[in-house]
């Protein structure tokens, strides 16, 4: 394989900065970083300037057509493709694109998620091009970031809150870096670098599982006789068939200009790992929706298929997306930089304080923005973070927050070296905290770690919800501090008053322990651990209120998100019941009949060719199978039964919190008894392929 020249690849099909500096004329170029760095209206003018060489760049790259790409409340992304031609008078046709096609597309508004606000008859809905994220050309098509909205206004997408929520963060920021003297910096962003988690398994065997090609998770599955338990798997040496997928992914997204970085084994068979770079957070939030389609495309490049789910095998580590988030100001200041001397450094324990009392007063929002029916199975499952929502701050923080907490001397720890005890190596300096793996919530050293997004989410939602908080939670501080005749002595006050009001969302601690539960209980912190659970609180009035204020939703907009996250719920397990109930009925049966029938005719032909022989082991073979098959055949009845009672509930809610409580109890009774039933079966009657072959064979 040729050696890839990275900085030539990186980006060469984006339409950036560069690709802009050396098309445009030089006065567009500076209006157009106007509307891009500022938010500057884009007049016409210009517009059609920029229209025409993103079009003559684009056909230079191999575009014959152009999409408004945006990102539905399904949770991926859309698109609908134009061509470039346009019909002459003489039957030919010429490649053009205008201002105005460049800038607003119209798709079909009451064909996504609308929550209901959209009936199927008002259709129009438009998309809005968003110059802060790069163009860029997939196969054959211009693909365009864009906004998606109703006709009456409605973000009926992703990308609306998240710019919605930056901004409130921007402004509110910089209220508070006013106070501390900052007249230079003009704008404050979240940046964010989302780990993604994923699996991977052989194309021909997951053709051969309907419950993969159905749900993306396996609804059955014996455990294997090697599974994690060797820990053998994490930051291994790679499969040869691995490593040519990774080579082909990192290409691809380079040439995407995707800051894919880090790459290696996760904990469980045939899951790895993919980390790009911190960029700023709805660029970030694009690039990870175009990583998860450029994964999935590769893989079966390769005869493979990679799966996204959360959990797609039981008894196995699930999949997370870890999302590092952190704040920084246009002049390279990272606001949750410590220093080395942290209880000295008030800015920092001004924002960090922000940040706790918003996490502690929001743990409900940040919940549900990491809620779904695929993630319900991964928190808290020792694995996990837990479903309750706390954060680690690390040691040396703790000491310094306790200090202010208590009044009290600081214990005086230290930034000391580890010393490894082999002389030929140095002293490594020791990093201010430890990483917890178990936190929901973790400062890592200049930025906090948000464990709890599932590997299939889009990650606009979590970073919408927590900018929105961090924002509402310093436009408070501000408001204070700005009317303070004493800043120091005022802003001393409130840090104290606020970590010792907030003190009880700080864990240090193990949260896979189970003594933790009653402790977070006794802490007054939420264990929401469905998503109806964590639903029921969305519409609450702090939350409409916090997020109308800040304007990142509108009341209708919240009402809307609450019925269609509910809807998809009952809508992934309903798929996931009628899958397993096919599957039983279909499949698992047949097998275990076919088998019994089987070893039935080797008892027969053992009896006929030696007359007396004794066939008890068969027949106690047939006496267990007969009764798991009878049991099963009860268990998809009582699983059905209870599957038409939840579709038949009055309202969304009701028929979610049916699912929750009655359907996914009875969907895992009868797993358990097919799961017994599987190792019985002799490997020529088995029904699909079992753990050990999609995890074990490539």
Same mark, same amino acid.
């Given at each position: ?95 053009s +694109? ?8 119209e ?7 609308n929550?209901?606000?959209?009936d ?35 973000? %009926? ?9 930056m901004e ?15 007249k ?11 780990e993604?988690?994923? +699996? ?9 599982r ?18 994690q ?22 290409d ?14 996760e ?24 990583t ?23 008894g ?24 080395d ?5 008030s ?42 929502i ?29 010393t ?11 990093d ?14 200049n930025?906090?770690? +948000? ?15 927590l ?6 939670t ?12 004493? +800043? ?38 939420l ?18 209120? %916090? ?34 109930l ?39 073979? %047939? ?19 209870k ?51 999609? %995890?074990?064979?490539?």
């Open positions: 394989m040729a050696q890839t020249n990275v900085p030539e690849l990186f980006g060469s099909m984006v339409f950036n900065q560069k690709a802009m500096k050396e098309r445009l004329p030089k006065e567009t170029f500076k209006a157009l970083k106007k509307t891009i760095d500022g938010g500057e209206p884009l007049n016409i003018d210009l517009a059609n300037q920029v229209a025409h060489a993103m079009k003559e760049w684009a056909i230079e790259k191999g575009a014959t057509h152009f999409t408004h790409w945006f990102q539905p409340l399904t949770g991926i992304t859309a698109e609908k493709h134009d061509s470039f031609i346009t019909p002459q008078d003489d039957g030919t046709v010429i490649m +694109f205008s201002g105005k096609e460049l800038v607003k597309g798709p079909d508004a009451s064909s996504f998620p929550g209901g606000s959209r199927t008859y008002e259709a129009r809905g438009y998309t809005v091009w968003d110059p802060t994220s790069y163009p860029f050309v997939k196969e054959h098509t211009l693909c365009i970031p864009t906004a998606f909205c109703s006709y009456t206004g409605e973000a %009926l997408d992703k990308k609306t809150p998240l710019l919605r929520s409130a963060l921007n402004e509110q920021a910089l209220r508070v870096l006013r106070l501390f003297g900052n230079t910096a003009n704008h404050v962003a979240t940046t964010v670098g989302p993604q988690e994923y +699996f991977i398994v052989s194309e021909e065997l997951y053709n051969q309907k419950d993969l090609r159905m749900t993306g998770r396996t609804l059955f599955g014996a455990k294997p006789s090697k599974g338990e060797m820990e053998d798997q994490y930051f291994a040496a790679l499969n040869p068939k691995i490593v040519k997928y990774m080579e082909d992914l990192n691809t997204l380079w040439k995407y200009g995707v800051y894919s970085k880090t790459e290696h084994n904990v469980a068979p045939a899951q790895h790992e993919m980390a790009p770079i911190f960029t700023t957070t709805n660029l970030s939030t694009d690039q990870n929706q175009l998860m389609e450029v994964m999935k495309k590769v893989a079966r490049r390769h005869g493979l298929v990679c799966l996204l789910h959360e959990k797609p095998f039981a196995l580590n699930g999949s997370g997306k870890h999302n590092n988030w952190s704040m920084s100001t246009n002049e390279g200041e990272n606001l949750l930089e410590p220093g001397t942290p209880e000295k450094n800015q920092f324990l001004l924002f960090l304080t922000a940040v706790i009392k918003a996490v502690d007063e929001n743990q409900d929002l940040l919940r549900i923005s990491v809620a779904s029916a695929g993630n319900d199975h991964r928190l808290g499952a020792n694995e996990a973070p837990p479903a309750i706390s954060m680690y701050v690390g040691d040396e923080l703790l000491d310094v927050l306790q200090s202010i907490k208590d009044g009290t001397p600081m214990q005086g720890r230290s930034k000391s070296k580890m490894i005890g082999v002389d030929i190596l140095p002293p490594i300096p020791k201010s905290t430890d990483r917890n793996r178990t936190s929901p919530f973790a400062f890592t050293g930025k906090f770690e +948000f464990r709890s997004c599932g590997s299939s989410l889009s990650i606009a939602g979590p970073n919408t919800a900018d929105a908080i961090v924002a509402y310093l436009k408070g501080f501000a408001d204070e501090l700005e009317k303070a005749s004493d +800043f120091e002595s005022a802003l001393s006050a409130l840090i104290k008053r606020e970590i010792t009001a907030h003190w009880k969302i700080i864990f240090n601690g193990n949260g896979y322990d189970a003594s933790w539960v009653p402790e977070a209980e006794k802490r007054g912190l264990n929401l651990r469905s998503t109806p659970d964590a639903m029921a609180h969305y519409l609450d009035k702090k939350n409409v209120k %916090l997020y109308t204020e800040m304007g990142v939703y509108t009341e209708q907009e919240m009402e809307d998100h609450y019925e269609i996250k509910l809807e998809k719920y009952c809508k992934v397990l309903n798929i996931e019941v009628e899958t397993m096919e599957m039983i009925n279909k499949d698992i049966l047949p097998a275990a009949f076919k088998y019994m029938d089987s070893v039935a005719q080797s008892a027969l032909n053992v009896k006929s060719l030696v007359p007396g022989a004794k066939t008890s082991s068969q027949a106690a073979l %047939l006496e267990k199978l007969d009764c798991l098959a009878g049991s099963l055949a009860s268990k998809a009845d009582e699983l059905c039964k599957h038409l009672a939840a579709k038949s509930a009055s309202d969304v809610m009701e028929c979610a919190r049916a699912y929750a409580d009655s359907v996914l109890p009875a969907m895992a009774e009868a797993r358990a008894v097919a799961d017994e039933i599987e190792p019985l079966i002799g490997e020529g009657c088995k029904p699909f392929p079992c753990y050990e072959d999609l %995890l074990f064979r490539l």
